[in-house]
């Protein structure tokens, strides 16, 4: 639920803030938030062990740069619904990786799947292409983050959360940097955009430490499977705040893309995360 106000905010400040604007100031306030948080607790910060540890921030925040930008151009369900496709990353990459072919029932998943993501992203194919392929792209990220993250059980989640941040915001800086724009210029900050950005940073830190906590201490596809509830909680902003209304090839869409989503996560099991 926390991600999901955290993404909703994002679609909103879309319309006054510029999303690298978005995406540093919610990496920075959670860096303030989890550094706290992780002093407070008497917990030790790491930087530079284990090296899992930058696996996962690194990917964590190729995933949030390429999230933030789809959110302020499509749709919250949308998004979510693409960004949470990441078990079918993980059942390819077990071919190169483990030496593992996907069984056959897993590529019907991944076929279904694929199919759902055509279904969701029809409406917007004669539009601007790229927020969708990002979304994507987040999903392949996400996944090699959310493998590293369980093999993270012995580090502090308060100092895992402030490591990422930490890297994600230097990831954020950098776009800066490196694709100059009128980001601050076209930018508004008046008080109702400084307090969206406020509650951005708040249940951004809220959403990664209960993640990380839940995907430290339990199953991972068990976990995962309650992590698709986003795509609900997103359906319900999308309609009741922007009044979007679903056609019923998204809705089919959505279907085909969270049911083999939801299959490939339990039928993976614990083993086969741990492998990797």
Known sequence: MAFTV???LTHALGETC???IIAAIRTGLALVFATLLTLHAG???VVWRPKM???RSIAGSVSLVCTFYALTRLPVADVLTLTNVFPIWVALLSWPLLGEVPAKEAWIAIAVALTGVVLVEQPHLDDDKLPALLALLSSFSTAISMLGLHRLQGVDPRAIVAHF???ALIVCLTSLAIF???ALASSHFDNTSLVML???GLTA???QLFLTKAFAAGPPAKVSVVALTQVGFAMFFDAVVWRHAFSAITLLGMVLVMAPTAWLLISQGRPQVDDL
């Open 205 to 207: 830190t809220i959403g």
């Open 180 to 182: 100059p724009n009128t």
């Open 198 to 200: 406020l509650g951005v």
């Open 43 to 45: 917990a030790r910060l």
């Open 53 to 55: 540890l930058w696996i």
């Open 18 to 20: 510029d999303w690298q």
């Open 165 to 167: 941040s930490a890297v």
């Open 6 to 8: 955290m993404a909703a």
